[in-house]
């Protein structure tokens, strides 16, 4: 959450406001309450504004600024102070000589604050960063050069931040990174920083990630990491995989429905190489080392815990005894955790401030951790002892789809890994599920049930066994980028309370596939609804008759219920898509979240 962005260009290199603000284009997704720039040569210049990026751009004369080549910027998602003008970044010193840019929390900030305050300084905002331009400054008073005096003002910070800083006439960014991510882009023509690969990736695709207590120094042509005592740290180059147009619309109109196609392809991209049909084996080296036999816990938030509880119950089908909890609830869950447990945290921007308390708590109970995430790098993969990428690509819109499919693909895998061998048929039917989901998208009619449901009162989604976390899944993304009530059950929890919500004004999406006993149960409770005049949509392969009790029906190809998760869930995107369009919501940056949920 929050989005930082710095460039010093070389020679012949572009402009820096035009990096920057392009770059911080790419980040909106991780906040979007305002948005500001400092370039800090010949003179300090700071534009920032409330709102969205398009806000700022109307402050800032990108020809006024033409030839300038060294910038900072931050897209933000308000933690201390509203979203305002003021509390927006970059923050300066009294004298004007330093701006910074922050994403994280500094926890002791009410102390420092405290401190300069009776040191005569008057703060401009009301938020926890602007102490660090205070405190840089403030060591600027006191004779110490530009960089002495980052070093020094970054050893007084408890919490968590990716901090980047100019300072006047200096062709030099500054930067430091404790719990929040920072990578830094070495390109042809300057070096780059950001919070992530997107903000830069169209200029090079070799990068070095900071670590933590890392602080490091951009110039033209190098970046020098070194810790806070300006020890150095090696930190090696490596080169990203992603290209500039994986971060692009490319002709739709919003980076969710892109998302939303691009499943078939990201789903490849994570079997690819892992299953081998003629051994009939699942093959993931990365997992190899694990030789576990012992409980396990998942880890999760949101959209991700969707996928942990689709992951637990895959592996209890194999006898596994495994769980998924909600990362935010795990410490005052008591979970008993020790060093026969594997804790798995599912997520995919492995930052996610939940999902990584949990799993330092089970790493410090001795257990084995292992991330399953779509962020090369990411804090959690860097964390925990074992990490399975699920290759999904680069994901902006801020409603995770195709991450969720993949993430439902590699824990599957996961449990050809720890639990039962797979059948042939089994691996057959993974294969085939990236074909199944493009005809999906080929065949669907989920436009034309938004159409007939757009002025619904509220959006009820049921489902058992791997479909329960799909209705949970459904009803989060329509809720997320619609505004619109949504809730998720399991069908047989409808009767216990949740169906007194119902009326002739509540459409119910019932995911029922096969025809065995699952599916039957979850019909009685479709006749439930429908006896109280909701009307149904049934997503369904046809396999049953639920078809004669719904109004509408979204079909998919009949698999097994596992296959058919992802692809009942890949029709509920499109609805929650198409109703959110049609009411003409920000579907890329709903209002008041982040991609990346970098707070406790
Ligand atoms: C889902 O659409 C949301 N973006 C959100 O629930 C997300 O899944 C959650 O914040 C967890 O993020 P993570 O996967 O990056 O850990």
Not at 333 to 341: A, L, Y
Not at 471 to 496: D, P, Q, S, V
Request: hydrophobic fraction near 40%; charged fraction near 25%.
């Amino acid at each position: 959450m929050c989005g930082i962005v710095g460039y010093v260009g070389a020679t012949g290199g572009n402009d820096a406001i035009d990096v920057v603000l392009d770059g911080l284009s790419a980040l909106e997704y991780r906040g979007y309450d305002s948005a500001g720039v400092a370039i800090p040569t010949p003179e300090m210049t700071v534009s920032k504004a409330a709102g969205e990026l398009s806000a700022l751009e109307e402050t800032v004369s990108r020809d006024e600024l033409a030839g300038e080549s060294v910038g900072i910027g931050h897209t933000r998602w308000s933690t201390h102070g509203a979203p305002s003008d003021d509390n927006a970044h970059p923050h300066c010193d009294e004298a004007g000589r330093v701006a910074v840019v922050h994403n994280g929390i500094i926890e002791n900030y009410q102390r420092l604050r405290d401190d300069l305050v009776e040191a005569g300084v008057a703060f401009r905002s009301e938020t926890d960063t602007e102490v660090v331009p205070h405190l840089i400054g403030h060591y600027l008073d006191r004779g110490a050069d530009p960089e002495e005096a980052f070093r020094l003002a970054v050893d007084h910070l408890e919490g968590s931040y990716a901090i980047a800083a100019v300072v006047e006439g200096s062709e030099t960014v500054y930067a430091a990174r404790q719990d929040s991510p920072l990578v830094v882009g070495l390109g042809d023509h300057g070096t780059y920083l950001a919070s992530d690969v997107p903000a830069f990736v169209e200029h090079t695709d070799r990068v070095r990630y900071l670590e933590d207590g890392d602080i490091a120094r951009l110039s033209a042509d190098s970046a020098v990491v070194t810790d806070v005592e300006g020890r150095p740290v090696d930190r090696p180059t490596e080169t990203v995989a992603w290209d500039a147009e994986d971060a692009e619309k490319s002709g739709y109109d919003h980076y969710m429905l892109k998302e939303i196609h691009e499943q078939p392809s990201s789903l490849r991209q994570c079997l690819r190489g892992r299953i081998d049909e003629l051994e009939g084996t699942v093959d993931l080296p990365e997992l190899e080392a694990i030789d576990h036999d012992g409980p396990i816990q998942f880890v999760a938030c949101g959209t991700s815990y969707h996928a942990a509880l689709f992951g637990a119950e895959r592996l209890r089908t194999s006898g596994v005894d495994a769980h998924a909890f909600l990362a935010s609830e795990y410490a005052s869950d008591r979970v008993p955790v020790d060093e026969d447990t594997l804790v798995v945290g599912v997520t995919q921007s492995g930052e996610t401030a939940d999902t990584l308390r949990a799993l330092r708590e089970a790493d410090r109970a001795g257990a084995t951790t292992l991330a399953v995430t779509n962020t090369v790098a990411s804090s959690a993969a860097r964390e925990c002892d074992h990490t399975l990428y699920i290759r999904a690509g680069p994901e902006i819109g801020v409603a995770a789809t195709k991450t969720f499919a993949s993430q439902q693909l590699a824990l599957a895998l996961l449990a050809f890994e720890l639990g039962d061998e797979p059948t042939r048929g089994e691996l057959e039917a993974l294969r085939d599920i990236p074909g199944q989901v493009q005809t999906v998208l080929e065949t669907t009619d989920a436009r034309a049930v938004a159409e007939t449901f757009v002025d619904a009162d509220a959006y009820f989604f049921v489902g058992r066994g791997y479909h329960y976390p799909v209705a949970l899944e459904g009803a989060l993304k329509m809720k997320e980028i619609t505004y619109r009530h949504a809730e998720g059950f399991a069908a047989g929890e409808l009767k216990h309370g949740p169906l007194a919500l119902v009326t002739e004004r509540t459409p119910v999406f019932a995911v029922v596939t096969g025809d065995g006993e699952t599916a039957r149960k979850t019909i009685g409770n479709v006749k439930e609804v429908e006896a109280r005049d909701a009307p149904v949509v049934a997503i369904t392969d046809g396999t049953s008759d639920v078809a004669r009790y719904a109004d509408h029906v979204l079909e998919i190809p009949a698999v097994d219920d596992l296959g058919a998760s992802v692809l009942a869930n890949v029709q509920l995107q499109l609805v929650a898509y198409w109703v959110a369009n049609l009411l003409g919501r920000s579907i890329d940056k709903p209002r008041n979240l982040a991609k990346s949920v970098t707070v406790e």
